[in-house]
């Protein structure tokens, strides 16, 4: 799948603010943690409400059509896409209302500001869990197409936003040793279930060449595509990078993602200065940024079977199976024109 | 009703004509323009509602050229509608054809993901989804001579490969063309339903591959000169 920057951004940063808003309502709401000053509570929410809001008007960036956007609220019945939008709307009144309460009221907040507070973080799992059911409902790219998807966005998000917790606390003087090591918790389960993901999709199946073109006893291989240069679904559907680079990126995201601020606050725990958090904020945020461009560069969707790709797996450089003589595809290099349409070995017409 | 196509695989020559005369139909029809980008330039692209691709099935000397046209199957199970989020995507339930309200789309993209057939483009001119529309535009103009109220694709259509008519009714032409020869669908495993049914190639007598030449003196002959003789 093409990775669309404005995706990626949007699922981050909201991400990391959604995270950020669910660690605040339980640390005050739930009285985990040491009590939080006035101003420490309306930092950590308005740096969340910000990065949610950010984030959603950077998603619009990848519309072809913006001033049709608003109706994007209109198939909740159906759509996860549409439910995403509503549940995202709908927090902010409740959020709101839990701001007002912390505005005018400070740390001693009553029941009602504080139920709002609640169930605003309830709307932001939910947020999340709708983003990822965006991917995984589809069954067209079977490495979305589970359930670790809406597990992943949900847990990347919120150890993202205890990164930034832990990080806004220090400003106030209030990291303690809770901070960091809920980070910690957090960080290392979203390492453990990405982990999971990325050896579940090495080893997901679903349809083949055979049962798109509906020769199920024979070998199939594409001759032409039947188009002279790129089309949208090569440009959508045809982004193939090559395995060195997964890798590396794959690389980049366990390192800043996770081990570089776990280390972070592994030696705050052992006396390092508290300030550094920041550090452990800014890597994961950027960790998580290749995380997504990866969950978009790795998927592959069904549509590549009709271009030459032998399974929902394998990337078009491979070479066809039983055929050693003219294999349509064999260089790497000619694999990579497949972008524009350009396949090896057909005419062209 | 439930109105599709039928597309036989063993007539099909791939000659991309219908292919053609979709984009000239539907390009000043109720979806059009299909906008074509950099038409004279060094990558040329655009927007097509069908389109011909060719795959070598079997391996030699047991193999055979097959051309698959595909446009929009018209699912009956069409996920593109239920992951649109702004309804623009629906699903006639009068005859099952599925479209685009255009005034609606916000060019997402979404519904061509949930698609595993590509069926679906997006015009960035437009910036809105456009797909085939099974020439509904076409197929309801009273003011055609019944034969032609077909969709532009199956009228063009040289070798006669394509039908077009409705599955619900046992006795059309479609149905009757899927009865008897063994009609199929593309990926039914992701339980899309797809309506569009493709005719598999028919079991034909064996060509025979070794050289057909006797080996007689004069062809020997002639095969030693050609051998010394330089050119």
């Given amino acids: 799948m093409h990775p669309a920057f404005s995706v990626i ?19 005050h709401l739930a009285g985990i943690g040491p009590a939080m000053s006035h101003g420490e509570l309306l930092a950590h929410g308005a740096v969340s409400l910000g990065m949610i809001t950010l984030g959603l008007m950077l998603s619009t960036g990848h519309l072809a059509n913006k001033k049709n956007a608003w109706r994007s609220f209109m198939r909740f019945k159906t759509s996860w896409l549409s439910r995403e939008a509503v549940f995202a709307v709908l927090f902010y009144p409740f959020a709101g209302i839990y701001g007002l309460g912390v505005l005018l009221q400070g740390a001693a907040i009553g029941p009602l500001p504080a139920l709002a507070g609640v169930i605003a973080a309830v709307l932001a799992v939910i947020t999340l869990f709708s983003t990822g059911m965006i991917y995984g409902c589809l069954k067209t790219i079977r490495q979305w197409n589970t359930a670790l998807t809406p597990a992943n966005y949900i847990m990347l998000g919120i150890a993202t936003g205890t990164t930034l917790f832990a990080a806004i606390a220090t400003v106030f003087g209030n990291a303690t040793a809770m901070h960091a090591g809920v980070a910690m918790v957090a960080l290392v389960a979203a390492a453990v279930l990405k982990a999971i993901y990325y050896f579940w ?13 509906t020769f199920n006893r024979a070998t199939v291989r594409l001759l032409d595509t039947g188009h002279t240069a790129g089309t949208f679904l090569t440009d959508e559907f045809g982004y193939d990078p090559r395995k060195d680079t997964i890798d590396n990126v794959k690389m980049g995201v366990f390192l800043l993602g996770f081990v570089a601020p776990v280390l972070v606050f592994a030696s705050i725990l052992s006396g390092a200065p508290a300030g550094i958090a920041w550090l452990a904020a800014v890597s994961s945020l950027i960790g998580i940024g290749m995380e997504r461009w990866l969950f978009f560069a790795e998927a592959k969707h069904v549509v590549r079977l009709y271009h030459g790709a032998q399974t929902c797996t394998n990337s078009l450089a491979e070479p066809a199976r039983g055929r050693t003589s003219v294999a349509p595809v064999t260089d790497p290099t000619d694999a990579r024109r497949w972008e524009l349409g350009d396949t090896p070995g057909g005419s062209g017409s | 009703m439930r109105l599709g196509l039928v597309i036989d695989m063993d007539t099909c020559v791939g ?18 323009a299909l906008t074509d980008y950099r038409p004279y330039g060094e990558d040329p692209s655009g927007v097509w509602f069908n389109r011909v691709r060719h795959y070598e099935v079997g391996d030699y000397p047991n193999n055979k050229t097959v051309n698959i046209p595909m446009s929009c199957m018209h699912c009956q199970y069409a996920d593109c509608v239920n992951v649109c989020p702004t309804g623009a995507s629906y699903k006639r339930p009068e005859d099952g054809i599925v479209l685009v309200d255009q005034d609606k789309c916000m060019g997402c993209n979404y519904c061509a993901w949930a698609c595993p057939y590509g069926a679906r483009e997006l015009d960035r001119e437009d910036g809105v989804m456009k797909k085939c529309t099974l020439c509904v535009d076409r ?15 199956v009228i063009t259509c040289p070798a006669h490969a394509r039908f077009f008519g409705d599955f619900d009714d046992d006795n059309s032409e479609v149905s009757r063309l ?6 199929v669908k593309q990926m039914p495993e992701l339980g899309y339903k797809p309506v569009n049914t493709y005719l598999p190639p ?19 002959v002639k095969d030693w000169v050609n051998k010394m003789v330089a050119r």
Avoid: M
Avoid at chain 1, 9 to 15: A, N
Avoid at chain 1, 201 to 213: H, K, Q
Avoid at chain 2, 15 to 32: D, E, F, I, P
């Fill in chain 2, 15 to 32: 000659c991309h004509a219908c292919a053609v005369a979709c984009k000239q139909w539907n390009t000043s029809g109720t979806t059009g």
């Fill in chain 1, 9 to 27: 951004l949007f699922t981050v940063i909201s991400g990391a603010g959604y995270g950020l808003f669910i660690l605040l309502a339980a640390f």
């Fill in chain 2, 202 to 220: 028919r079991i034909t007598r064996p060509i025979p591959i070794d050289d057909v030449r006797a080996n007689r003196l004069v062809s020997s």
């Fill in chain 2, 178 to 183: 899927v009865r008897e020869r063994g009609g």
């Fill in chain 2, 139 to 153: 197929i309801y103009d009273e003011a055609l001579p019944p034969e032609e109220r077909q969709p532009a694709c």
């Fill in chain 1, 201 to 213: 999709i090495s080893r997901v199946n679903g349809p083949t060449i055979n049962t798109a073109t």
